[in-house]
């Protein structure tokens, strides 16, 4: 076996990093398309668990969700380019995981701006939220905390 060759053990720990990382990235997909999908398409879809902006789907009025998915929408106007990029890296992702020699800074750099991306929408949702709540009188902060505590407990029971 030359130097060159990794060992039987190497060679798991790198499929095993593959996996991981296809996991994670995954899981990094997962969450940008539930705060999307809920931001966008509420009426359409309703989350099950506590999963990223998921009480906040159930809680807010619809004119409240409404208000959110138009600023967004106004903050975000080429949201729609963001699956066209997530399908580009993606299909990017595959061609690095079948080239040989594999290189795990190039899953790493696929991976690191992939996630930068969802960062930053994530934040830019969580910010009009925030923002969509501090323009809340007492009475309709307070009524969203009533909705809260109901929700919470309706979910305790499941």
């Known amino acids: ?14 499929r095993g990093l593959k996996i991981t990382l296809i996991l994670s990235l995954a899981f990094n997909l997962f969450i940008v398309a539930v705060v999307a999908g809920s931001a966008l398409n509420h009426h359409r879809w309703r989350p099950h668990g506590d999963i990223g902006a998921g009480i906040f789907t159930e809680v807010l009025t619809r004119e409240d969700r409404r208000a ?7 903050a975000e106007p080429g949201f729609r380019d963001h699956r ?3 399908r580009e890296d993606m299909a990017r992702l595959a061609e690095v995981l079948r080239a040989e020699p594999w290189d795990p800074s190039a899953v790493d750099a696929l991976i690191a701006g992939h996630s930068a991306r969802m960062t930053e929408r994530f934040d830019l949702g969580r910010r009009l939220i925030s ?28």
Do not use: V, Y
């Open 1 to 14: 076996m030359s130097m060159a060759e990794p060992t039987g053990k190497a060679q798991g720990m790198g």
């Open 68 to 74: 959110l998915r138009d600023a967004f929408i106004a």
């Open 84 to 86: 066209a990029q997530t």
């Open 131 to 158: 923002d969509r709540i501090a323009a809340m009188s007492a009475t309709d902060r307070a009524a969203l905390a009533d909705r809260i505590d109901a929700e919470l407990k309706r979910r305790q029971r499941r």
